[in-house]
Structures are given as structure tokens and as C-alpha cells.
């Protein structure tokens, strides 16, 4: 059974960084494509960032490219999500998640592995 623990959230300054780490275990990593999503308040999960199975291939939502960075070491079973730039809009419970598809994938639908989220407050 894949599991996935993220870590590394926290309260930062506008304008900060932060990076996010997401540990996989169960199966074999570098199977899996992986992404982030976040969910604020009131809001619905929205997609954040994706990369293939192998890492190479990446894809953004517009409100984060050229900020956040997201990075897979099959090595260390972990994907990270580096956050530069934060924004206080950028305050979320952020949610890795784990797909058998190879490809980047952007529709949460099409991941069957989540983690339990973590929190990120980016203060004005």
C-alpha cells in the first residue's frame, strides 16, 4: 500500500521560501508520477504542480510558475515542492499525491495516492 508523509510547512513572511517534502514508501517510487495540490479555506483543492515518473518533465499552474519548483529523487523516495516568493494567497493546506500514470498529470482524479497534507501560512 503506497503511503505519502509531507512535511516541511509551516509560517513564513510574504515573500519567503519554503520547501515541502513528500516521503513515499509502499511500492516502487519511481513508478509513480507525482503532484501537489493545495486547498485553502472555503475554497476547492486546486492543482499546483506535477512531474513525471522520472522527474524531467514538470508542469505549473499559472499562479505558482516561476516561483515554485518541483523535484523528485527516486533515490530518496521523496518528491519536493521549493516555494520562493510566497505570496499571503499562497496560504493552503498543501497535498502530494502519488499516480501510476508515467506522465505529469494535472487532474487530482487520475492520482490514487494522497498524503495527509500540511499546512502553509504566509503572513502579509
Known amino acids: 500500500q503506497v503511503q505519502l508523509v509531507e512535511s516541511g510547512g509551516g509560517l513564513v513572511q510574504s515573500g519567503g521560501s519554503l520547501r515541502l517534502s513528500c516521503e513515499f514508501s509502499?511500492?516502487?517510487?519511481?513508478?509513480?508520477?507525482m503532484g501537489w495540490f493545495r486547498q485553502a479555506p472555503g475554497k476547492e483543492r486546486e492543482f499546483v504542480a506535477a512531474?513525471?515518473?522520472?522527474?524531467?518533465?514538470?508542469y505549473y499552474a499559472d499562479s505558482v510558475k516561476g516561483r515554485f519548483t518541483i523535484s523528485k529523487d527516486n533515490a530518496k523516495n521523496t518528491v519536493y515542492l521549493q516555494m520562493d516568493s510566497l505570496k499571503p494567497q499562497d496560504t493552503a493546506v498543501y497535498y502530494c499525491?502519488?499516480?501510476?500514470?508515467?506522465?505529469?498529470?494535472?487532474?487530482?482524479?487520475?492520482?490514487?495516492?494522497w498524503g495527509q497534507g500540511t499546512q502553509v501560512t504566509v503572513s502579509s
Open positions: 499525491a502519488a499516480s501510476t500514470f508515467r506522465r505529469t498529470v494535472v487532474s487530482g482524479a487520475e492520482y490514487g495516492y
Open positions: 509502499g511500492r516502487s517510487f519511481s513508478n509513480y508520477a
Open positions: 512531474c513525471n515518473w522520472g522527474g524531467s518533465g514538470t
